[in-house]
């Protein structure tokens, strides 16, 4: 095995790991565990590649499009967001591991709570992001969060018993449908990376140990939204693109309108998403539960920064499952300079 871009550079016939081989490792390494969160994680990848294929073949089978149903938050709902939902519902049932599930396209949570349901845990998530480029073949992922009910909730599972604040996860990740297919998550000790490879229908361990860049040069930003953006954020845009080659400025707008993808862009190579709250979305437009809180929990491990702007995400106490939050994520030096523009702490002085 050897290193390239400090990205295990794996030889042909070489020992691969798959993603069920690294969780049962994992297991081994946490006493009295009883392979449920295991069997969790599988169930996610399962339906992961579920939803691999169809969005690979969407234009063949008539997926594109929309149900003709508004979802909870007002958006005209897409085929592949009702086919995604259904799949990780129907993978997460059938495993018998959960008891809550939160969904971006369903209004209240669903409890999947049955005589023999064993189940510990509650899972949030958004089956499809960036519903806006589904139908143009552009990076879309899905995104979940993982908590466990807490000790009194047991045998009387409520909505309450998702509304817990973020740094209360204990797992969260990520499935991009890009050029490639990565799962990516975390439990809370490092972030790792897998591939899917389709020829054996595996999720392969190709990105262990996942660092951000302190630093980068890069951003993702709706700038269509410039004029509604506060004061202090303007300024930090504009020092952005002001010329200066000592700090490699100006810096490069990346901006696939997939929060899956620019984070995971972002993550790799270093750089700042930022979808603050403005006149539309008075509250920002990512939802917290399933869109903020589980990237701030990887993008914290792999030593990066996620902020409401004025602290961080995860101790954003929740009121609600479909909460919205302004977000700023991504390299730590990038994230403070933003939310320190932001706060008027830093002024542009041109
Ligand atoms: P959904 O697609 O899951 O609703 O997610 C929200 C999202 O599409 C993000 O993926 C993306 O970063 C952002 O909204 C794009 O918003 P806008 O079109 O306002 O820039």
């Not at 466990?148 to 209360?168: F, W, Y």
């Not at 506060?230 to 997939?258: C, F, H, N, V």
Request: charged content about 20%; glycine content about 10%.
């Amino acid at each position: 095995m050897s290193q390239v871009n400090g990205f295990t550079q794996m030889v042909a016939g070489s020992a691969f790991m798959t993603l069920e081989q690294f969780i049962i490792e994992r297991e081994q390494e946490a006493p009295g565990s009883k392979g449920q969160f295991s069997r969790l994680i599988r169930d996610i990848s399962v339906a992961a590649k579920i939803v691999d294929r169809d969005v690979r073949k969407a234009g063949l089978v008539d997926l594109y499009g929309e149900t003709g149903d508004i979802n909870v938050q007002g958006e005209v709902q897409a085929k592949l967001d009702l086919l995604a939902h259904e799949e990780f519902v129907r993978a997460l049932r059938r495993g018998g591991e959960v008891c809550l599930i939160g969904s971006e396209e369903h209004a209240e949570a669903i409890p999947l709570l049955f005589d023999d349901c064993q189940g510990k845990y509650v899972v949030l998530f958004d089956p499809l992001d960036g519903s806006s480029n589904v139908d143009v073949n552009v990076s879309i992922g899905t995104i979940f969060s993982i908590y466990r009910i807490p000790d009194d909730h047991e045998g009387n599972v409520t909505m309450q018993s998702a509304l817990q604040c973020g740094r209360k996860q204990v797992a969260a990740g990520y499935v991009v449908y890009g050029s490639s297919t990565m799962l990516v998550y975390t439990t809370g000790a490092g972030v790792y990376g897998f591939t899917l490879d389709p020829s054996i229908g595996e999720f392969l361990l190709s990105h262990p140990q996942i660092r951000t860049p302190e630093d980068g040069t890069m951003y993702s930003a709706n700038e269509g939204n410039y004029n509604s953006w506060s004061r202090g954020l303007k300024d930090y845009i504009k020092w952005m693109q002001t010329e200066d080659e000592a700090t490699s400025r100006p810096y490069t707008t990346r901006y696939i309108g997939s929060f899956v993808a620019d984070f995971h862009r972002n993550l790799i190579k270093g750089g700042v998403y930022i979808y603050p709250a403005n006149a539309r979305n008075p509250n920002g437009k990512l939802r917290l539960m399933y869109e903020a809180n589980p990237m701030a929990f990887i993008v914290e491990q792999a030593g990066g920064i996620a902020s409401t702007g004025h602290g961080p995400i995860l101790d954003v106490e929740p009121q609600a499952l479909h909460d919205r939050t302004p977000l700023f994520i991504g390299s730590p030096r990038m994230v403070e300079m933003a939310t320190e523009y932001l706060r008027g702490e830093r002024v542009y002085e041109g």
